[in-house]
């Protein structure tokens, strides 16, 4: 008898300092769960950033003077290099043919996926 209760007490002890440690861990971050439609509320005055505000005005700036978020709306993006080959159809295939071993292997490694 004695020792059946041995590891279900053992197995509660732990269990207790889990969830003690997800608390804790909730209690310093910026959302916390709730039993609500959302699953969680969120508390901005628990939110630490690892940058200053200095550093992420530094960032917006780039950003904007780069394209800012247009960049990704364009029709344009990924860049394409778009200009004309002085190769023919059959200088490209003769390269493809006489590559190198070493060649053939850098280009497949390059186009995995």
Do not use: W
Not at 45 to 68: I, M, P, Y
Not at 91 to 106: G, I, S
């Amino acid at each position: 008898m004695h020792t059946t209760r041995t590891p279900i007490l053992l197995s509660m002890a732990c269990a207790t300092l889990a969830l003690t440690a997800m608390n804790n861990a909730f209690a310093s971050s910026y959302i916390h769960p709730k039993n609500s439609e959302a699953g969680y509320v969120t508390y901005p005055d628990h939110f630490r950033s690892d940058r200053t505000r200095a550093q992420v005005q530094a960032e917006t700036a780039e950003f904007l003077k780069n394209g800012g978020p247009h960049v990704f709306r364009n029709s344009n993006y990924p860049v394409v290099d778009t200009s004309p080959s002085n190769k023919t159809r059959q200088q490209v295939l003769d390269e493809l043919l006489n590559e190198t071993p070493e060649q053939r292997k850098a280009r497949r490694e390059m186009y995995r996926g």
